[in-house]
């Protein structure tokens, strides 16, 4: 079983993929396209959808692939949002009773 370093270790990637040009680049892609934020909001809403119908048809495999998607066009999102998972987490641990 993985732990959550994969998480971290994807925001540092993200991170080098906005602050250094690449090509073929997928996140890169997102982060400088010309609707900037809005694609990448976009995304996370149509993985969002395809999650919440992987799960309501039963499918598990397709239901842990698009989770996968999401988090990870989440992540893309916090970036293009100028937003830092670590203030995610903060406000997380905040709500803990
Ligand atoms: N985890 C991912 C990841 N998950 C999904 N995707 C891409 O997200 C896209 C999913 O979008 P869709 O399912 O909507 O497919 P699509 O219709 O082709 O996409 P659009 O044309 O609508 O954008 C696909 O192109 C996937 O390849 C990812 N692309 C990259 N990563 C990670 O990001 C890292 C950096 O990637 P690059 O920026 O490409 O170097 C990689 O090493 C991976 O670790």
Same mark, same amino acid.
């Given at each position: 079983?993985?732990?959550?370093?994969?998480?971290?270790?994807?925001?540092? *990637?993200?991170?080098?993929?906005?602050?250094?040009?690449?090509?073929?680049?997928?996140?890169?892609?997102?982060?400088?396209?010309?609707?900037?934020?809005?694609?990448?909001?976009?995304k996370v809403?149509?993985?969002?959808?395809?999650?919440?119908?992987?799960a309501k048809?039963? *499918?598990?495999?397709?239901?842990?692939?698009?989770?996968?998607?999401?988090?990870?066009?989440?992540?893309?999102?916090?970036?293009?949002?100028?937003?830092?998972?670590?203030? *995610?987490?903060?406000?997380?641990?905040?709500?803990r009773k």
């Amino acid at each position: 079983m993985r732990d959550w370093e994969i998480l971290e270790e994807l925001w540092e *990637v993200i991170q080098d993929r906005a602050d250094h040009p690449s090509t073929g680049s997928y996140v890169r892609s997102i982060l400088t396209h010309r609707k900037g934020v809005d694609k990448s909001l976009e995304k996370v809403g149509e993985e969002a959808v395809e999650f919440i119908l992987a799960a309501k048809n039963q *499918v598990p495999e397709r239901t842990v692939s698009e989770a996968a998607d999401l988090l990870f066009h989440l992540l893309v999102a916090f970036q293009a949002l100028g937003i830092d998972p670590a203030d *995610v987490l903060d406000e997380l641990a905040a709500r803990r009773k």
